[in-house]
């Protein structure tokens, strides 16, 4: 498994105890933080003797990954060896890779798809490039990288990939593939783009991938969006009705995956694993199982699958599937909040996390910053909601349901107001693409930028408009690690010194002339 470093440390260290895990591998900053398992790997200690089992079958575990579970727990997928095996064998035949490639890294080690990226290459002998957190998250610094490194095959976010392929690519483009997925996929390439994009769909449970699409050239004007298109090598997809019954072909149904890539289930989880992993009776196999996925999806009149959206809460933004849920659950651990909901409408700018509080005092309701500051230190950041409503109680239809239809919107005027005056012209400037990016009127330096609400593809913005207004090496850690927007200037304004004092007198005097 792989753990996400900007995570909470006690949400880190309840999925090491959930997942058994004996020891992990960090470097010396985080090997704080788990003291008894840690193995540092650090430029002054690079050899640690560990003996490693060679004789491995298919059905042993290969990985497990982490992801939201419906009751508000995450849940920990378990991937075999013969599950990746699959995945791999199927991408050198598709793909064609061979030690001459080089991909990219692009996704971050956290995510499971990394591991699609990082396994085929290998075992093929290509080269990985490893993409920075600032680089990966902007298409603008990826469209540049993509091609100085001589990236020949890149997995990236959706919303990325959109981006991408708006961009005008030289002809001799050395990039050959450009796959994408994990979320609904609403642009088509031009006719003149110099690689194929492909479209993929899959859950963490059957090894990343299930079907895969190369997207022809057009718009979604005269065909409707993007499909999924069909399953992968050694895979098959059913798609049933609620009584587990084949639909006919057009007809929308729920998605069912089976064959070699439906992993063995969820750890420590046998009921939820029995609910989700049913036995397979279409393939004649005996034990043969397939994978419940609850989304819903219909057969094209070209054999391909066209996506249908999700049938139960949880939701992909930026790439990242979130578990609503498990957003309120943590909402009512507050003393101040009797109960939570929370929804992920979609508009122009995509989906964005809005939370309903109904409070237990409604005389004294707790405000936006405290409660993003309480999820701060229990949730990731991509699930730290934009918005926090105060209601009443929770709307319910004639059926006693949750009445989403009639939660209340965030108004366009309910942005934070700070202020804030005396700053440098630095701090000023900082503020102000702070403010911009994230729809706030007025920053002060004491503000934490998550705490008002900026989410991490909103992190990768400023940090890219700082280093164009200030011409220094800014990195996306320097905000991440940043307590407050005076320290993240700070840091700024150092870097601009160190520049500064590197530069010869006429430099300076250059400078000062432009």
Request: glycine share 8%; with cysteine.
């Amino acid at each position: 498994m792989s753990l996400d470093p900007t995570d909470p440390v006690e949400r880190a260290r309840s999925l090491i105890a959930d997942a058994g895990a004996a020891a992990i591998v960090t470097d010396d900053v985080r090997a704080a933080d788990h003291p008894d398992i840690a193995v540092v790997v650090s430029q002054e200690r690079r050899r640690r003797s560990v003996e490693f089992p060679f004789d491995i079958d298919a059905e042993d575990l290969a990985y497990i990954a982490y992801t939201s579970g419906s009751t508000g727990s995450p849940n920990a997928a378990e991937i075999t060896h013969g599950n990746l095996i699959n995945l791999v064998n199927w991408t050198h035949e598709a793909f064609d890779i061979s030690e001459n490639d080089r991909v990219s890294l692009s996704l971050g080690l956290a995510f499971d798809a990394a591991i699609w990226e990082l396994w085929p290459a290998l075992t093929a002998g290509a080269t990985v490039h490893v993409m920075s957190d600032i680089v990966r998250n902007s298409p603008k610094l990826l469209y540049r990288e993509l091609l100085d490194q001589g990236i020949t095959i890149a997995t990236v976010p959706t919303a990325i990939a959109e981006a991408l392929i708006a961009m005008d690519w030289p002809a001799d483009t050395p990039l050959r593939y450009l796959l994408t997925g994990g979320d609904v996929l609403r642009a088509y390439p031009r006719r003149d783009l110099p690689f194929d994009l492909v479209n993929n769909y899959g859950p963490t449970e059957c090894t990343c991938e299930a079907t895969w699409a190369l997207v022809p050239a057009g718009t979604a004007n005269n065909r409707g969006l993007p499909a999924i298109g069909r399953p992968i090598g050694g895979v098959a997809i059913h798609l049933l009705d609620e009584a587990q019954r084949p639909v006919p072909p057009g007809t929308e149904g729920e998605i069912w995956i089976a064959g070699k890539s439906v992993g063995r289930g969820y750890r420590n989880k046998p009921a939820l694993t029995a609910a989700r992993f049913r036995p397979d009776p279409f393939s004649g196999v005996r034990g043969a199982r397939m994978y419940r996925t609850g989304d819903r999806g219909r057969l094209l009149a070209n054999g391909e699958i066209a996506f249908c959206g999700r049938g139960d809460r949880q939701v992909k933004i930026g790439g990242v599937r979130i578990e609503l849920n498990e957003i309120a659950l943590a909402l009512q651990t507050h003393a101040d909040v009797a109960t939570a909901i929370v929804t992920a409408p979609e508009t122009d700018g995509g989906r964005s996390l809005i939370a309903h509080i109904v409070p237990t005092d409604p005389s004294r309701p707790p405000g936006a910053i405290e409660l993003r500051r309480f999820l701060y230190d229990r949730l990731p950041r991509a699930y730290i909601p934009r918005a926090f409503i105060c209601i009443d109680a929770v709307p319910l239809t004639r059926n006693g349901k949750i009445d989403f239809a009639a939660l209340p919107t965030p108004a366009s005027d309910e942005r934070p107001v700070r202020c804030g005056d005396d700053l440098s012209l630095a701090e000023r400037r900082v503020a102000d693409i702070v403010g911009d990016v994230i729809g706030v009127d007025h920053v002060v330096l004491d503000d934490n930028f998550f705490l008002l609400g900026g989410q991490s593809l909103q992190a990768t913005e400023v940090v890219v408009r700082c280093r164009e207004v200030f011409a220094v090496k800014i990195e996306l850690s320097d905000l991440f690690e940043a307590d407050t927007i005076g320290a993240f200037a700070a840091r700024i304004e150092a870097r601009i010194a160190q520049h500064v004092a590197q530069l010869s007198d006429e430099e300076v005097r250059a400078a000062l002339r432009s």
